[in-house]
């Protein structure tokens, strides 16, 4: 069984920086594509940024230049360092893997959630 926990959400002022992890535990071979996801309320899920298992990254334009996503496949932990926080980056955020679990199973997963709140 694998599982994910997300952390390093919290509060902060607006132009400041957070980096939000999101660790898979279990039997995994390896992380291929990853995203991450933020809600807020009265909005759908939206698409925030993704990194393919090849290695190419996609921004929404709102976060470009701003957000960073990686992933450090030693550890099975992927991370969105994100830098000049606005008010409007303010939601849940989620991850969600694609992981290869053995050489004929790839499976989808999400995190937990984790809030990320920007004060004006």
């Known amino acids: 069984q694998v599982q994910l926990v997300e952390s390093g959400g919290g509060l902060v002022q607006a132009g400041g920086s957070l980096r939000l992890s999101c660790a898979a535990y279990?039997?995994?071979?390896?992380?291929?594509?990853v995203d991450w996801y933020r809600q807020t309320p009265g909005k759908q899920r939206e698409l925030v940024a993704a990194?393919?298992?090849?290695?190419?990254?996609n921004y929404t334009p709102s976060v470009k230049g701003r957000f960073t996503i990686s992933r450090d496949n030693a550890n099975n932990t992927v991370y969105l360092q994100m830098n000049s926080l606005k008010p409007e980056d303010t939601g849940v955020y989620y991850c969600?893997?694609?992981?290869?679990?053995?050489?004929?199973?790839?499976?989808?997963?999400w995190g937990q959630g984790i809030q990320v709140t920007v004060s004006s």
């Open positions: 969600n893997l694609f992981l290869r679990e053995s050489d004929r199973l790839l499976r989808n997963y």
């Open positions: 279990g039997s995994i071979l390896s992380i291929n594509a």
């Open positions: 990194l393919t298992d090849g290695g190419f990254t």
